[in-house]
């Protein structure tokens, strides 16, 4: 965001005083500051990494945007960056790096796979779509996603995080204890989603009783 | 164009060898009756007993592929093995067939082949076959407990639709549904009857941890010292992607270690098996990402064996220009990540992701897609190279690539740090290698000169005139300098592909959605830049495969990381694992 968009509009800065002072709101400072560092959890999981990380590179360089610095730990990064194919082994440690990400955190699900499934929904090992799950900001569609296809939807995150109101945004209501935290799936002799137990119990039993 | 190259004299050589065979072991090996099989098949009882004589006496030391084949209409189960001379040569296939009775069993061949040790437990784990006498039988794609052995053909999963695709939903008069509806779980699950989530316990992994252990060097210092048990991964940032290793440490040094794998097991295989030949194309874009021209080469070249079509001169080179172009840049994709891993974070790395995009560009150019290329056909290529792309390449290979590529040689191989972590950490012996079936550049850097482009030469590979990279020391600097010995090989034949290349038609076929493939079976390899890369193709004449099988070179050469690292640092396991050069879409499929 240029120094410009920063300020408020309507107040007339002196020219020669532009690029030294701001007239601007808290929360519009605090979503300026939040959009220029969002970095990314550094985790791949299939193909869409690779062009996640082709993004990083000399010839797109992410770096503009404020998200060159990848973090390894999840503790210090503020976007989870879904980049493949989400499998039902891999799930209960995707779910646990989301838990352990501080707020306020994003999440950006690239490419078909991480969208919907993508080509190997039909697997058996396949979770259909990251968003099952945890709760997406960008959908990056491709299969992957061009380089330039996933800033754009980085920039389209960029433009959420400018819209973000504290008294609307999720991380900051009272009284909800952690809205964001999901609680683990088990592998039982298929995934299980713990918050759907009963339902799965009486179509389990509505299996047997059809059979 | 001229007639491709003659089938009939391996062939004869092929049925000879089997004669021998079967005349030394008259009682327990049987000839292969089906017409377009090939091989032998063993009675299980003695299963051990030839295979060591296949080893020891017919000189077939190299056991590459281990897969298994439900034939349900017969009720059998059939275990294939093929087997390779790393002199060359073509290969020699056996199987074994078991009742496919609940428990199936079949003996293990870890004791004469090390490299079986994996694909055996993947044949566990997907068909329920047990193999006696197999040190370490765990599932090892999908996790304990898992419902059901999946790539039976009697076993469907919650999103089945239908046995072959296009399946009727998807078809333009077809109502779409949403595949969640029409199960009774509206997702992708598939519960036994009457099982309550509330009650399960999960599997807590005590297998794995009880194999750690078994398979673990003993203190014999007589000090008394505790061990830890570090599991890094699945999510770790020098693991390239998404596996996970259980290492029992004592102080800094590895006692044992387990992978874990199957994070990113997406179900190519069963995909397969319902998808029709050419659909399967686009999914071998993406199981070894970085190479997609390869894999669509592999594939292509299992199907046109079962097909018995030639493919068009202009084609064949310029598949062997695209397969060395995607060799060159996952050598230089590994030589930044090896560096990142030794902590030379991101630099060389950016140098090597630079040539890869204008690699990447030509790949583009030819086929619409940067990484998922979906550029060859049964026959040839899909579409000419276009003129600027031609040029593009010729300006690649003769000026940017040699100068680049000596440039990043001259940056890096004198250097004192890299030389300090890599010089005499010893990777593997060239015995070792061969007894864990690794391929590759790995095999090659511990004094096995075994390249399939020279030892069983495929496409027109035949034609050039290449050196086969070799290093003796089979040390980590060794396996780091083959690659680029290789890089500079593969610019040699680039050349000469490049000046040799006719001008005509790029497919011998007319293009088609549907290809008729007949009955039989296939097994297609390549020199992948990681190693053999084969497609296994059983076709019962159907438009889909009945059973499609990747020998992946990543899944199977991971198979000597336990070798490797057992009694070495922790810290150089990082390296000894990026000098693997593995990748997990082509590791878990």
Not at chain 1, 132 to 159: H, M, N, R, S, W
Not at chain 2, 206 to 231: C, F, M, R
Request: charged residues 25%; aromatic residues 10%; contains cysteine.
């Amino acid at each position: 965001m240029e120094p410009e968009s920063l300020s408020l509009p309507n107040y007339n800065i002196p020219e020669d005083l532009q690029n030294v002072v701001a007239v601007t709101t808290i929360e519009r400072l605090y979503n300026w500051g939040k959009r220029s560092s969002v970095w990314p959890l550094m985790f791949g999981l299939a193909c869409c990494a690779i062009e996640m990380i082709a993004a990083q590179t000399a010839r797109y360089d992410l770096a503009r945007f404020g998200m060159e610095v990848m973090r390894p730990t999840p503790r210090q990064a503020d976007m989870l960056l879904v980049s493949g194919t989400v499998t039902k082994k891999m799930l209960p440690a995707i779910i646990r790096l989301y838990n352990q990400m501080p707020e306020p955190k994003y999440v950006v699900a690239m490419g078909a796979c991480a969208s919907s499934g993508g080509p190997f929904k039909e697997g058996y090992n396949v979770v259909a779509g990251i968003d099952k799950f945890l709760p997406v900001d960008v959908y990056v569609p491709g299969c992957p996603p061009t380089p330039q296809a996933l800033i754009a939807g980085l920039i389209k995150l960029q433009e959420k995080i400018d819209k973000e109101k504290f008294k609307t945004s999720r991380w900051y209501q009272k009284g909800k204890t952690d809205p964001n935290y999901v609680p683990m799936p088990v592998l039982g002799p298929d995934l299980i989603d713990v918050r759907r137990n009963e339902e799965f119990k009486r179509a389990a039993a509505r299996k047997a009783g059809t059979v | 164009m001229t007639a491709p190259t003659s089938v009939t004299a391996p062939a004869e050589v092929s049925a000879q060898l089997y004669a021998k065979l079967i005349a030394r072991f008259p009682e327990s090996v049987a000839a292969e009756t089906r017409p377009n099989y090939s091989g032998v098949i063993i009675k299980k009882e003695n299963l051990v007993e030839v295979a060591a004589a296949i080893r020891d006496e017919f000189g077939y030391d190299l056991l590459t592929a281990v897969t298994a084949v439900d034939y349900l209409a017969e009720n059998k189960m059939e275990v294939v093995y093929h087997a390779y001379k790393t002199t060359g040569g073509t290969g020699l296939v056996f199987r074994v067939q078991a009742e496919r009775v609940d428990p199936i069993e079949v003996p293990s061949l870890v004791e004469i082949w090390a490299g079986a040790d994996f694909q055996e437990r993947e044949a566990y784990d997907l068909f329920g076959i047990k193999f006696t006498s197999h040190p370490d039988l765990r599932r090892i794609l999908m996790w304990e407990g898992f419902e059901g052995y999946p790539l039976r053909k009697d076993w469907k999963e919650a999103f089945f639709e239908e046995e072959a695709k296009p399946f009727k939903s998807r078809w333009p008069e077809g109502k779409h549904t949403y595949a969640e509806f029409k199960n009774p779980f509206r997702d992708n699950l598939n519960f036994p009857e009457n099982f309550d989530p509330n009650s399960y316990q999960p599997d807590n992994e005590d297998d794995l941890y009880a194999s750690l252990e078994n398979h673990s060097l003993k203190n014999e210092s007589g000090l008394k010292t505790d061990q830890i048990v570090v599991n890094m991964g699945p999510h770790h940032p020098s693991t390239h992607g998404v596996l996970r290793v259980a290492v029992t440490l004592e102080g800094e040094t590895i006692l044992g270690l387990k992978p874990v794998m199957g994070y990113l097991h997406r179900n190519h295989d069963k995909i397969g098996e319902r998808s029709t030949f050419l659909q399967i194309m686009p999914y071998t874009d993406r199981l070894d990402y970085f190479n997609s021209m390869s894999n669509n080469l592999g594939y292509a070249i299992a199907v046109e064996k079962l097909m018995k079509i030639p493919v068009a001169e202009r084609a064949e080179y310029i598949r062997v220009i695209m397969a060395e172009l995607t060799r060159i840049q996952n050598h230089l994709i590994f030589v930044g990540t090896l560096t990142n891993d030794l902590g030379a974070m991101y630099t060389p790395s950016l140098y090597a992701f630079e040539e890869r995009e204008l690699i990447l560009d030509i790949f583009e150019a030819v086929s619409g897609a940067r990484m998922m290329c979906n550029y060859l056909r049964f026959g040839g290529v899909v579409r000419d190279i276009p003129e600027d792309a031609l040029s593009k390449i010729k300006d690649l290979v003769y000026e940017r690539l040699p100068a680049k590529t000596a440039e990043m040689e001259r940056l890096l191989n004198d250097n004192e740090v890299l030389m300090g972590r890599l010089k005499g950490v010893h990777v593997l012996d060239g015995e070792t290698a061969v007894k864990y079936s690794v391929t590759g550049p790995v095999l090659r850097a511990a004094g096995v000169p075994y390249d399939i482009r020279r030892a069983d030469p495929y496409s027109v590979y035949d034609r050039f005139d290449f050196d086969v990279a070799v290093r003796y020391n089979g040390d980590m600097m060794d396996n780091y300098l083959i690659r680029f010995d290789e890089i500079w090989q593969s610019l040699r034949i680039l050349e000469q592909a490049l000046q040799q290349m006719p001008e005509g038609p790029v497919n011998s076929q007319k293009l088609q959605y549907q290809v008729r493939v007949p009955a039989g079976e296939a097994y297609g390899r390549i020199e992948s830049p990681k190693g053999e890369l084969g497609f296994y193709i059983v076709s019962n004449g159907k438009p889909t495969p009945y059973r499609y099988h990747v020998r992946p070179a990543s899944f199977v050469n991971i198979t000597a990381l336990e070798e490797m690292c057992r009694g070495s640092k922790i810290q150089d396991f990082v390296a000894l694992l990026a000098m693997l050069d593995i990748v997990m879409g082509e590791l878990d499929r």
